[in-house]
């Protein structure tokens, strides 16, 4: 079983920052590419940022040159650096690992970028 454990979600002003953290319960944490996704009421869940097991990294268009993900094999954690932040950054963001054709998520952390 694997179980995904989210924090680091507030309420931050247009131009800050916030850095999210997942860590994840289990074995194998290295060999398994980690997700975060983000989803704004009414509209598709996303795709933001991609890490894998070999820490090669990729981003959505929209957070490009703003967020990084990174990972910490030793702790079990995906962190998503989040700078710079828009109001079009709004959301929940949730952690994403696929083992075995079996999607893990996390229980979504809120980020909401306000004046």
């Known amino acids: 079983q694997v179980q995904l454990v989210e924090s680091g979600g507030g309420l931050v002003q247009p131009g800050g920052s916030l850095r999210l953290s997942c860590v994840a319960s289990?074995?194998?944490?290295?060999?398994?590419?980690m997700r975060w996704y983000r989803q704004a009421p009414g509209k598709q869940r996303e795709l933001v940022a991609t890490?894998?097991?070999?820490?090669?990294?990729d981003y959505a268009d929209s957070v490009k040159g703003r967020f990084t993900i990174s990972r910490d094999n030793a702790k079990n954690t995906v962190y998503l650096q989040m700078n710079s932040l828009k109001f079009e950054d709004t959301a929940v963001y949730y952690c994403h690992s696929r083992r075995r054709l079996i999607d893990y998520w996390g229980q979504g952390t809120q980020v909401t970028v306000s004046s």
């Open positions: 289990g074995s194998l944490f290295s060999s398994y590419a």
């Open positions: 890490i894998t097991s070999a820490s090669t990294t």
